[in-house]
Nanobody
């Protein structure tokens, strides 16, 4: 079992920055990949960024050059640095971990005002 807890969401003006954190606990040694997803009202959940155990990163086209994902550190925390935020980035952001099974956090709201 893996437990994920997101934090760091909030309200920010367009052009601003936020850093999301995902605290990871449980059977972390079985994790092969982690990622951040988001879901805006009325839309499907979509992949924002992912990182493998080998450090290979993937970003959605809409966030390339603005968002940076980092693997979990010595504090067992994974981050998503979000810069140059746009109103269309408004969504609930979820942390995801894959280790044979798939795990999700509870989500954190990010709201970008114009």
């Amino acid at each position: 079992q893996v437990q994920l807890v997101e934090s760091g969401g909030g309200l920010v003006q367009a052009g601003g920055s936020l850093r999301l954190s995902c605290g990871v606990s449980g059977s972390i040694f079985g994790i092969v990949a982690m990622g951040w997803y988001r879901q805006a009202p009325g839309k499907q959940r979509e992949l924002v960024a992912s990182i493998t155990g080998g450090g290979r990163c993937h970003y959605a086209d809409s966030v390339k050059g603005r968002f940076t994902i980092s693997s979990f550190d010595i504090k067992n925390t994974m981050y998503l640095q979000m810069n140059s935020l746009k109103p269309e980035d408004t969504a609930v952001y979820y942390c995801n971990a894959q280790s044979g099974d798939e795990y999700w956090g509870q989500g954190t709201q990010v709201t970008v005002s114009s």
